[in-house]
């Protein structure tokens, strides 16, 4: 097993809604694709992050979509291989004035980049995270 730590999912209200939800979805054996993980709730409120285990050694896909109002303004995605007894934290970062993620291997104090490979959110359904 592996762990994936990500934001919860996060609305705000005011003038309009803004909203931004974090993804993740695990490829299916022979497929290019896998299903989305409903967005998890924290266990505390007001935690920011939620962890979840993920298999070790399977293609993992993460995602990010925001949007403001019926505006979807971020759709990105990408996958990684993980690896067994690793921990990895999903992040937004904000790349040359659009949106972007950001994936960490986490091992004790050190903190690596992971390079993520393409991958697309399945904008019609929300419901599938593709190899790109």
């Keep these: 097993?592996?762990?994936l730590e990500m934001p919860v999912k996060h609305v705000k209200v005011g003038i309009g809604a803004n909203s931004s939800i974090y993804l993740f979805a695990?490829?299916?054996e022979g497929a290019s694709c896998g299903k989305v993980f409903k967005p998890l709730e924290p266990k505390n409120r007001g935690d920011k992050t939620v962890t979840v285990n993920i298999p070790a050694?399977?293609?993992i896909f993460?995602?990010?979509s925001s949007s403001i109002g019926s505006y979807s303004f971020c759709n990105v995605a990408g996958s990684f291989k993980s690896a067994q007894n690793k921990n990895y934290k999903l992040t937004s970062a904000p790349i040359f004035g659009g949106c972007g993620i950001v994936l960490f291997e986490l091992d004790g104090?050190?903190?690596k980049a992971v390079e993520?490979?393409?991958a697309k959110l399945d904008n019609l359904t929300g419901t599938k995270?593709?190899?790109g």
């Design 109 to 111: 104090d050190k903190v």
């Design 129 to 131: 995270i593709c190899a």
């Design 1 to 3: 097993m592996a762990a």
């Design 57 to 59: 050694d399977r293609e």
């Design 26 to 28: 695990i490829k299916e």
């Design 62 to 64: 993460v995602a990010n």
């Design 116 to 118: 993520l490979d393409d």
